[in-house]
């Protein structure tokens, strides 16, 4: 049923793609974070041109990630925009997920009490100042457990990537079942790969929040 | 410009609404001058204070600042409504401390007291360091400059409020209640720091309280506040020693009873 020599075999070539599979994570949450922290701050500082950040996150958050990676890959194009796979598929997951993370962030803005945006008025802090000296610092420790969840939510989510033909880990699974007909040993592997690199990050996030807590 | 008052309230008004809570107010407070505003809650005191430091938006009327108007400015001999720059250039000179404080928890009680000193007024750091170090040992604090609100107690983090208002300067000092949310034993240590930079502060003071007793002995003048309007205003000894007004006699006897 399980053949250690072949898992031997195809281990370096997964490897080969959980890197790819991690650049894409690490590259997609980079755009997350800071995207849906530009989202949210417009919609904090701008209340007029909320409307268009809140029709963008629901327009996102209301489709699934998978026509939004054929819309960049395939249709984009079209309009003379074109991406290799990997760029497209990356900013895809990276442009979803800032939808959902910009919400976070909201909710990390509404609860920096009131009386801290008055002491920063009544210091005659300029809007810039008062927002990256007083507010961010209070709005964000609270919310990165919540940013850890959609962290590893994302990383889950990069298999999607193969529907473009990218090579991360369960494409590379996919053709070496394809070659070898056998699909038991890469799926495992890729399976525990996901399963071990998702405890790990949310040990890695709890460790921050402990760690935030105590400043 | 010199003979204009440091603040004037000229036809102030402020709703919310259907509901009036300053109606038509008309107020001057001279340079130096301290004064009390006294008032059952709803009578819009806070709102005096919040207006002036900018925090609520004004209906009507004009709001001066040592002889500028501060909602509004000079624009071919009228007055037309201010801009933000315009108004942050006013307000640098009034500072104020809330009923809660509002220090910012992610900094230490130095760090309160610089970060609008460097940010605002470009001070060197050495150089708002000392002032605030300055400052802190007024406020008797010298010893906690390190340390983060949440290990002060309330009264300490109330004289840092103090201490950070100061850092900036201000010509102006509002106070919002700002015993009420302290435990009796704490008020003392604060009111004794305001009299203090009433002694050696050139400062015009606005204070909204419920101190009765610090209002009297503190103040130059006191303001009764009832229903948006000033009710009665006068000398503390005629305020407290013999009200005219039958809401004045009211509020105080309800006030002294309970305190």
Same mark, same amino acid.
């Given at each position: ?38 989202? @949210? ?47 497209? &598929? ?24 009131? &009386? ?25 420790? %609270? ?34 079942? =394809? ?23 949310? &040990? ?7 760690? !935030?807590?105590?400043? | ?23 038509? !107010? ?12 006294? &008032?059952?809650?709803? =009578? ?17 009327? /004009? ?10 400015? *000079? ?5 037309? %409504? ?24 992610? +900094? ?41 609100? $949440? ?13 950070? @208002? ?6 102006? +000092? ?7 949310? !302290?435990?009796?034993?704490? /008020? ?16 015009? *003071?606005? *204070? ?6 610090? @209002?009297?002995?503190? $103040? ?16 503390? @000894? ?22």
């Amino acid at each position: 049923m399980w053949d250690w020599t072949f898992t031997f075999e195809i281990l370096p070539v997964l490897a080969r793609a959980a890197i790819m599979t991690v650049e894409a994570t690490a590259l997609g949450f980079v755009i997350a974070a800071t995207l849906g922290l530009v989202l @949210a701050s417009i919609r904090l500082a701008f209340p007029a041109a909320g409307v268009v950040v809140t029709i963008f996150v629901e327009l996102i958050r209301s489709t699934p990630l998978l026509i939004q990676i054929f819309f960049l890959y395939f249709v984009l194009p079209k309009a003379g925009i074109v991406l290799d796979a990997f760029t497209a &598929g990356v900013a895809a997951i990276g442009i979803h997920y800032a939808a959902y993370c910009s919400e976070v962030y909201r909710a990390g803005f509404e609860n920096v009490p009131r &009386g801290q945006w008055e002491a920063s008025i009544a210091l005659n802090l300029s809007p810039w100042n008062t927002f990256k000296d007083i507010i961010l610092p209070q709005a964000l420790p %609270p919310v990165v457990p919540a940013l850890g969840n959609y962290l590893i939510a994302l990383f889950k989510e990069t298999p999607l990537l193969s529907a473009i033909a990218v090579l991360e880990l369960m494409q590379t699974a996919k053709n070496i079942g =394809s070659e070898t007909f056998r699909y038991t040993e890469p799926v495992t592997l890729v399976g525990v790969f996901f399963l071990v690199m998702s405890l790990v990050s949310a &040990g890695i996030i709890r460790m921050l929040e402990s760690w !935030l807590q105590r400043r | 410009m010199n003979d204009m008052p440091m603040v004037r309230f000229e036809n102030v008004s402020k709703r919310y609404g259907a509901l009036t809570v300053l109606d038509n !107010l008309n107020l001057d407070i001279g340079r130096g001058e301290k004064v009390s505003i006294i &008032g059952p809650s709803g =009578s819009g005191k806070t709102t005096v204070l919040r207006m002036l430091m900018t925090l609520e938006a004004i209906n009507d009327g /004009v709001l001066w600042v040592d002889g500028e108007p501060m909602t509004h400015m *000079m624009q071919n001999g009228k007055l037309v %409504p201010a801009t933000t720059k315009h108004m942050r250039r006013i307000r640098a000179k009034i500072g104020m401390v809330f009923q809660s404080f509002n220090l910012f928890p992610h +900094m230490t009680a130095m760090g309160n007291c610089i970060e609008a000193p460097i940010t605002v007024l470009g001070m060197k750091r050495s150089e708002a360091e000392e002032r605030a170090a300055e400052l802190l040992d007024m406020v008797g604090l010298s010893a906690k400059k390190d340390h983060y609100p $949440s290990q002060l107690s309330g009264g300490q983090q109330q004289r840092v409020a103090i201490a950070r @208002a100061l850092a900036m300067r201000p010509k102006i +000092m509002l106070f919002d209640e700002v015993t009420s949310a !302290l435990d009796p034993e704490l /008020v003392g240590e604060v009111l004794q720091v305001i009299r203090k930079i009433g002694r050696e502060h050139d400062l015009t *003071m606005l *204070m909204v309280t419920h101190q009765m007793g610090f @209002a009297k002995e503190f $103040s130059d003048r006191v303001c009764f506040f009832y229903q948006g309007k000033i009710c009665e205003q006068g000398a503390p @000894a005629e305020i407290f020693g013999n009200p005219k007004n039958e809401r004045t006699r009211q509020f105080l006897n309800a006030v002294l009873e309970a305190g």
